[in-house]
Each structure stands twice: as C-alpha cells, then as structure tokens.
C-alpha cells in the first residue's frame, strides 16, 4: 500500500492571529481547499456565511459541519450524513465503515495534535524546531479532514442525478459539455499519482470551473480556487471492492454524485466572488 503519512506543506496556511487558531480553529471558516483557513477575530465562519482569509469559500462548510468544538478548541469527527451501506452498491458498507471510522477519524486526530503542537510552540514549552513538522502535519491532516467532511457531502443514495440550471451552463461555457467534463474530471482522477484526489473546482480570478488534480491531501493546489466536486482516489477508498480497477471505482462514484450539493456549492462559490 502507497498510503503513508507524507503530507509535504502546500497547504497555504495562514495562521494571522495566534489567538484566532486557538479560539475559532483553523479550519472553521475555511471550506478552500486547504486555503484561507483562518476566521477572523470576530469567528467568521461559526454558522456558515462568512469568508476566510482569502474572501472566497466561506459558506462552504460552517465550523458545525467540520464538527469544530469551540469550548475545547478541537475538532471532532462529523458522522456520515446517510447510513453506511447507504451507498450500496456503488459503495461498498465495509469501505464505508473504514473509511469514515479510521481513515476521516485518523485526519481529524492528527489534525488536533498539530494545532496542540503548534500551540505549545508559540507558548514556548514546545521544541520550535519541529515547526516545519508540524506544519506539514497540519496542512496534510487538515485536508485530509476537510476533503472527507466535503466528499462525504458529494455523495448521497438513491437515483443518479445530473447537473442542471446555472451549473450545467457554466460547465457547457467552460468544458464544452458536461459528458467532456466528464471525460475530463474521470481522467484526471483516474491519472493521479500515487494517492490523492479529483476536484472539480471553481476559480474566482478568471471565473470558471476547472478540473484539478490532488496528490496526498493538499499537493498540487490552485491558491484560492472553492471545492465543488470530489473524489477520493486514494486506494483506501475503494480497494476492498474494486482492487486496482480505479476507472470502475470512478465510475460508480459518478453515479452517487449529489449534484445538488455541488450546484449549491457552485452557486454559493459564484456569488461570494
Ligand atoms: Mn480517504
């Protein structure tokens, strides 16, 4: 298995105000793909509404959503949003289960112990020598956790559904049509290296959609792009069922896509630029 711990530091953190890591965690406005993770002083984000650092994506997931405590200042593990063999049979109950309960479970842990590390670091009771690494940790784990909080949402049972309205125009104006974003968004995910992830994104300079590829939990970052669509590539998310087969993991994944969820998204991402 390729899936070691390996988060290189890519993820833009930008940590402003040490008491705002402390009193509002990192992650809590944020819903960017490992960007503008830090609310302002006056908890933007805590509800869902406000932007981040970078002025985009900031209703994309609320601090509830990413199951931030803010009496503890740690982050705890959302539940799945529908029942683990609800995916079945695209998604099998066992990937489900494991993926969810030690993998998301894994991020969300590491991601506290960096945020505790770094605090202890600027306290001045922690080795300053580690920054680097706990840096690092920090950018892999918190993508890790806010990948999996976004991908869980990506998903729901029952029919397979399609884009349509505002979403679907943007994706003719920018892929042609939606079976070449398709065609696209499925070969990118499928090329990945290693392990990583597919994003379909939207891009708030040139105002378009793009499709990205993402290596780990946050290499290969476009800065200030908003997460739309994603699919987890790493083999842990599909081995048990489709071994090497990732093209016909991909393929099922496609048709739990809630497009609902990604045109909320879309539209939220769109008009807070
Ligand atoms: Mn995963």
């Given at each position: 298995m390729s899936e070691q711990i390996d988060g290189i530091g890519a993820g833009g953190v930008e940590a402003g105000r040490d008491a705002v890591v402390d009193r509002r965690g990192l992650l809590a406005a944020a819903g960017g793909l490992g960007l503008g993770l830090a609310a302002s002083a006056?908890?933007?984000?805590?509800?869902?509404?406000r932007a981040g650092v970078l002025g985009v994506?900031?209703?994309?997931?609320?601090a509830q959503d990413l199951g931030f405590d803010e009496a503890s200042g740690e982050y705890t593990l959302p539940a799945l949003p529908y029942a683990y063999n609800a995916l079945e049979p695209h998604i099998d109950e066992q990937t489900m289960r494991i993926h969810h309960d030690r993998h998301h479970a894994g991020y969300v842990n590491g991601l506290n112990k960096a945020l505790a590390a770094l605090k202890e670091i600027r306290l001045g009771s922690g080795d300053a020598g580690l920054i680097q690494h706990w840096s690092r940790q920090l950018s892999f784990h918190g993508g890790g956790h806010v990948n999996h909080t976004l991908f869980w949402r990506n998903m729901r049972p029952g029919e397979m559904t399609e884009p349509k309205g505002p979403l679907l125009r943007q994706m003719e104006s920018d892929f042609g049509s939606y079976s070449q974003f398709l065609l696209h968004f499925k070969a990118a995910s499928a090329a990945v290296e290693g392990s990583g992830w597919g994003w379909l994104v939207w891009e708030p300079v040139g105002s378009q959609l793009m499709v990205l590829q993402m290596q780990n939990q946050q290499q290969m970052l476009f800065t200030g792009v908003v997460p739309l669509l994603g699919v987890d590539v790493w083999e842990h998310a599909y081995y048990l069922k489709y071994q090497n087969r990732r093209m016909a993991y991909i393929e099922a994944f496609c048709r739990v896509i809630d497009w609902d969820e990604v045109a909320r998204r879309f539209e939220s991402a769109k008009g807070s630029a």
């Open positions: 006056s908890g933007a984000g805590l509800g869902g509404g994506a900031g209703s994309i997931l609320s």
